[in-house]
């Protein structure tokens, strides 16, 4: 594998989804749709939202043009790479039922077609690390996913801005993708000039590249992908130092009726993360009660029945609620898998109705935190 860097222009990006196309990759990318980035199928480099930047506040965005024609110029949409990873619905097996005996049938595993994504951010590679530890180590194993993850081509697009939800640094997210890629290109527009650099991070992506007009980067046009990246600014932050010990001992903060209060328990956080990955199962069957079927959707946290047991919900109230999908995110997870939950990627700050922060409230949790020790006299107060 080579580790020569490489350009190509918009007409040499063109060619790369065709071979890729003809190698039959299905192609996933971010198109314009309804107000918002969103993932979708491509088959040419018009379909990418060329010359599209958005705008981010908490619980609001919008796109608008901008005065050049990046084809990566935006962040991140409401949507994530695990919708095709791990699908909002999948029917794990039917069974019918004959004159004799029951014939059970397991759904084929995998998908029908291979996926090359394109435009996957660095936080979003990160992502799928995550739910790779979930659904791919330990005792058991997806395999749904596991075919789905190997037939999968991905080729990365650095960022060139951070909107003012993301916080990548804060969790070593980005904005640069250091691995996880098949290929990784840093969009150049400088001079009147407009390319890519790119990085070849398998040899799956090496082969590909190889068949495509290329050539090598000069000294002046590494540096220029590298000062792309250089000089993305990404103001939010998330302290992370000591952040699970940190909610273990706030367990009954004042803090979370304060945030449960403005929370309507929507769920929308859940469902735009990345990694968030509860899911509910349940069987159905026709109405002869001659035919039945297993599926497996997404569930959320935040949903009254997810904590549901012989006599009740475990988590009844919205304080509760909020409370498990935070410390879950910064803190159990780790216990858990070894690594946050959180990828910095911002968008359950970006599509909460009411604008509820993550990295504000691990904020307030901290300072009231300090409030109190100060308060005592210096003496450091645990929570019972």
Known sequence: MTARKLIVDTKGLQQLFDLLRKRGYHLIGPTVREGAIVYDNITALADLPVGWIDEQDGGACRLKRSNDERVFGYTVGPQSWKRLLFPPMARLWQANRGAKKIQAVSEKEG?????????????????????????????????????????????????????????????????????????????????????????????????????????????????????????????????????????????????????????????????????????????????????????????????????????????????????????????????QFGTSGCVGCGRCITWCPVGIDITEEARAIRESEKTATAESGGMKIENA
């Open 111 to 335: 998908p029908t077609e291979k996926y090359a994504f394109i435009g996957a951010r660095s936080c979003e590679i990160h992502a799928i690390a995550i739910q790779d530890k979930v659904f791919l180590e330990g005792e058991y194993s997806d395999p749904g996913y596991r075919a789905r993850r190997e037939n999968t081509f991905v080729l990365a697009a650095n960022c060139s801005h951070a909107s003012s939800n993301c916080f990548c640094v804060s969790m070593g997210t980005g904005p640069k993708a250091t691995f996880g890629y098949d290929l990784a290109l840093t969009e150049v527009l400088e001079n009147g000039s407009h390319f890519f650099v790119l990085d070849v991070g398998s040899e799956r992506g090496n082969s590909v590249i190889e068949s495509i007009t290329n050539q090598t980067a000069t000294e002046a046009q590494s540096r220029a992908a590298d000062h792309v990246s250089d000089a993305v600014e990404v103001r939010k932050t998330l302290d992370t130092n000591g952040i699970k010990e940190l909610l273990y001992r706030n367990y009954d903060n004042p803090r979370w009726i304060q945030v449960a209060d403005r929370c309507l328990t929507c769920g929308n956080c859940t469902l735009v993360c990345p990694t968030c990955f509860c899911s509910d199962v349940y069987d159905v069957t026709d109405l002869t009660g001659r035919h039945a079927e297993r599926w497996r959707k997404w569930d959320s946290c935040f949903t009254v029945d997810f904590s549901y047991i012989h006599g009740g919900s475990i988590r009844p109230s919205p304080m509760s609620r909020y409370r498990q999908w935070m410390t879950h995110k910064l803190g159990t997870w780790i216990d």
